[in-house]
T-cell receptor
Framework: EAQVTQNPRYLITVTGKKLTVTCSQNMNHEYMSWYRQDPGLGLRQIYYSMNVEVTDKGDVPEGYKVSRKEKRNFPLILESPSPNQTSLYFC???????????????FGEGSRLTVL | AQKVTQAQTEISVVEKEDVTLDCVYETRDTTYYLFWYKQPPSGELVFLIRRNSFDEQNEISGRYSWNFQKSTSSFNFTITASQVVDSAVYFCALSGTYNNNDMRFGAGTRLTVKP
């Protein structure tokens, strides 16, 4: 089954404790992206990747890191989480060259993160 | 830059009523794509429709219909005879073709359908 898998789905952590949210897709998609969803703000892009070893900042990259060492995986790293990073996070993928513009994004199920 | 406005933050209707969710967009691109996604209470994002800027034909899929009007930069979504299962947050999104990473989402409209 084609899917994007995120882990963990729910996490409560404390300020400053490094954490990683994993994202894996089995569709051989080149493009992957991370979004955060906050009430009244919709989905905002954190980072994206066009292919292995190619990553770039989205609209709200502060406080986050990513890596793309393998095509299928795109982990989101919070080196020192803060309460303002409490949010619902979505990973998404899409094939290129048709890309996320012409085809729909395939989303993971979301990871709800709470930073105390 | 792309921008999507969903002015309706929350809508509440009674089952079987028709409801329209508004979406207004801004773009300088001549070619672009518009999307609607549904987010039910379980939290996942479900793709509903994609429409390209050259196709202004309205689309109907069962109880769902979409009205794309370039003249008013709108891509509205109507649910006919709403059902409780339609309760969700609905997002409108816009992407241009300048690069492969230009998708922007609206803030979402929370629809509650009461029995």
């Amino acid at each position: 089954e084609a899917q994007v898998t995120q882990n963990p789905r729910y996490l409560i952590t404390v300020t400053g404790k490094k954490l990683t949210v994993t994202c894996s897709q089995n569709m051989n998609h080149e493009y992957m992206s991370w979004y955060r969803q906050d009430p009244g703000l919709g989905l905002r892009q954190i980072y994206y990747s066009m292919n292995v070893e190619v990553t770039d900042k989205g609209d709200v990259p502060e406080g986050y890191k990513v890596s793309r060492k393998e095509k299928r995986n795109f982990p989101l790293i919070l080196e020192s989480p803060s309460p303002n990073q409490t949010s619902l996070y979505f990973c998404a993928s899409s094939p290129l060259p048709s890309g996320p513009n012409t085809g729909e994004l395939f989303f993971g199920e979301g990871s709800r993160l709470t930073v105390l | 830059a792309q921008k999507v406005t969903q002015a309706q933050t929350e809508i509440s209707v009674v089952e079987k009523e028709d409801v329209t969710l508004d979406c207004v967009y801004e773009t300088r691109d001549t070619t672009y794509y518009l999307f609607w996604y549904k987010q039910p209470p379980s939290g996942e994002l479900v793709f509903l429709i994609r429409r390209n800027s050259f196709d202004e034909q309205n689309e109907i899929s069962g109880r769902y219909s979409w009205n794309f009007q370039k003249s008013t930069s709108s891509f509205n979504f109507t649910i006919t005879a709403s059902q409780v299962v339609d309760s969700a947050v609905y997002f409108c999104a816009l992407s241009g073709t300048y690069n492969n990473n230009d998708m922007r989402f609206g803030a979402g409209t929370r629809l509650t359908v009461k029995p």
